[in-house]
């Protein structure tokens, strides 16, 4: 762009274009004042954590200019304040009793001398392999050659549009999008990120411009909103943080009119690649990559060094790029926050509740979290007293003292132990097995004291489809004559002891994914109950069994 300010000067160079160059004044401005408040501190490392976007680009560049190295947290919780304390000399922002100007000051100017690219530093962070948040420093080097890389691929499409974001500028990706691309060539920030669907879709009307978001947000785009209207206010929208879903990345381009163009990269790498269109990914200028034992390997001057960085992510090259497989540590994207599931593990351990915690992801329409614990003594007292739920509560709020809301276990299981294979091995998909229900949910149509039915429709996630047989799913004869005690006992009510089976038919199988009706029939004087299966198909499976003992 013709106005291009390089980052090392962008807080002392006023700008031609005339559309941001007010809030670029006042961005100036405000930066004179922080750079005064930073310069009577002692201490070199200080975290910084505001809201506003151009008070906090102000204040980073404030601190900058002030010799200052700036560590950014990702939030402002109590616990994430306590761990950064012994590493930093205080906090500056917006909560109470952070360094912040006076409310009065007067504007002041910066040093005239631009920032020194090498000297000037940055802390980001991100969760490492042990679990532990993990401190990225960053040289005003590696961050301004990126923001040129990003204007070299991107900036003719965008212009001068403002920059609306549902990302926090706290992270890498919201920083470089938000703040420091926008502050080089010339856009308009917009001081707020829009965090509701219906906010973002007012953004856009009243100030056209680029989005900045992620699969947490556009995978969700409401159906209610009349998204004709935004047709022409969306010169781009940006995802990163996690793969946009195909469905998603086809809902982005029906309501926006733009496909997605989504950003690969981490708070170690910076900006690695690009993609438009979901297939493989393009290197970004400069970015040099490989793929060596499946891992992907890169190499540019977003990173510390010249040497090769080998990611967790596991990968494919293909004649157009590279195709990523998926991670292959411990770390986990819920919503696009990176999750140690370690962490989480180590926090439920540290309780003194449970012996042992195992946390892993469950896939499904929405990801979440579900851990398997075994309880220490304390533990089963609690369970004792207070029942699962309550001690399901009591261990998310444990969690929640340190971990963002959507890193919390959803689904819980409470063991004896946590079970083992042939080789001794606790292995996922025995885990995973846990939290795979072992009948679907019936929907009632008849309950009286001696006839019932119920329609119930089987899918392949059931756990007793597993080995009946991989290639067509059947459900095993055992399993219908279980689900028909199973609902009997919740419609009638049956002696505790089963006697016998008579007159077993199986007449159909039943597969993986059918709509399947069971009728029951109780006779409490010969203590019999009557079942059958039957779908549109006919008949499936039909029996009488024999009941005793007081009921």
């Not at 100017?109 to 090498?118: C, M, N, Q, W």
């Not at 532990?132 to 923001?147: D, F, G, H, W």
């Not at 540019?300 to 960085?309: G, I, M, N, Q, R």
């Not at 004869?477 to 009638?492: H, K, M, T």
Request: aromatic letters at 8%.
């Amino acid at each position: 762009m013709s106005d291009w300010l390089p980052l090392r000067e962008v807080a002392l160079r006023a700008r031609a274009s005339a559309g941001p160059e007010a809030r670029h004044a006042r961005f100036r401005a405000r930066a004179g004042v922080w750079h005064a408040a930073f310069a009577a501190q002692t201490g070199t490392h200080w975290a910084l954590h505001c809201d506003d976007v151009l008070e906090f680009a102000a204040a980073l560049f404030g601190a900058w200019h002030a010799g200052k190295t700036v560590w950014l947290p990702g939030d402002a919780l109590p616990q994430t304040r306590a761990a950064l304390q012994p590493q930093v000399a205080g906090f500056a922002g917006d909560a109470p009793g952070d360094l912040a100007p006076a409310p009065d000051a007067l504007d002041a100017a910066l040093p005239g001398d631009p920032l020194d690219e090498d000297a000037t530093r940055l802390v980001v962070f991100t969760s490492g392999t042990s679990g532990e948040a993990s401190a990225i420093p960053k040289r005003l080097a590696q961050l301004a050659r990126e923001v040129e890389s990003l204007e070299a691929t991107f900036g003719a499409r965008l212009g001068a549009a403002p920059v609306h974001a549902t990302v926090s500028h706290q992270h890498i990706y919201g920083l470089l999008f938000r703040v420091l691309w926008p502050l080089a060539a010339g856009r308009e920030i917009v001081p707020r990120r829009v965090l509701f669907h219906e906010d973002m879709f007012a953004a856009l009307q009243r100030a056209p411009g680029v989005l900045v978001s992620s699969p947490a947000h556009l995978k969700r785009l409401p159906e209610g909103l009349d998204w004709p209207r935004l047709r022409g206010c969306v010169g781009a929208v940006f995802s990163s943080g996690g793969a946009l879903p195909d469905e998603a990345a086809r809902d982005v381009q029906a309501r926006f009119g733009q496909a997605p163009i989504e950003i690969y990269g981490s708070s170690e790498t910076g900006g690695v690649a690009w993609r438009g269109d979901g297939g493989a990914w393009q290197a970004l200028p400069h970015v040099e990559w490989r793929v060596r034992d499946a891992r992907l390997e890169v190499r540019s001057p977003h990173l510390h060094d010249t040497d090769w960085f080998a990611t967790e992510d596991r990968a494919q090259a293909d004649a157009t790029g590279f195709r990523l497989l998926g991670r292959a540590d411990r770390i986990v994207k819920i919503e696009e926050r990176r999750v140690s599931l370690t962490a989480l593990e180590r926090a439920l351990r540290d309780t003194g509740w449970l012996q042992e915690a195992r946390v892993l992801l469950l896939d499904g329409a929405r990801s979440v979290l579900g851990a398997v614990c075994v309880p220490a003594a304390e533990g089963r007292a609690r369970l004792g007293r207070s029942g699962k739920a309550e001690v399901c509560r009591a261990l998310r709020a444990v969690l929640a003292r340190g971990h963002d809301p959507v890193a919390l276990p959803r689904r819980w299981r409470f063991v004896d132990a946590l079970p083992v294979n042939a080789q001794g091995k606790t292995t996922d998909r025995d885990l995973l097995a846990l939290f795979r229900p072992h009948a679907p949910t019936p929907r009632w149509l008849r309950r009286d004291a001696v006839h019932a039915a119920l329609e119930f429709n089987t899918t392949p996630d059931l756990l007793v489809f597993d080995g009946h047989f991989p290639a067509a799913p059947v459900l095993p004869g055992v399993v219908q004559v279980d689900w028909a005690v199973r609902w009997a006992r919740e419609a009638f009510a049956l002696p505790p002891d089963f006697v016998r089976m008579e007159a077993i038919k199986f007449q159909r199988i039943v597969g993986a994914s059918q709509r399947v009706r069971l009728s029951l029939d109780w006779s409490a004087e010969r203590g019999t109950l009557t079942f059958a299966f039957r779908s549109e198909s006919g008949p499936h499976a039909s029996g009488r069994l024999v009941f005793g003992g007081a009921a």
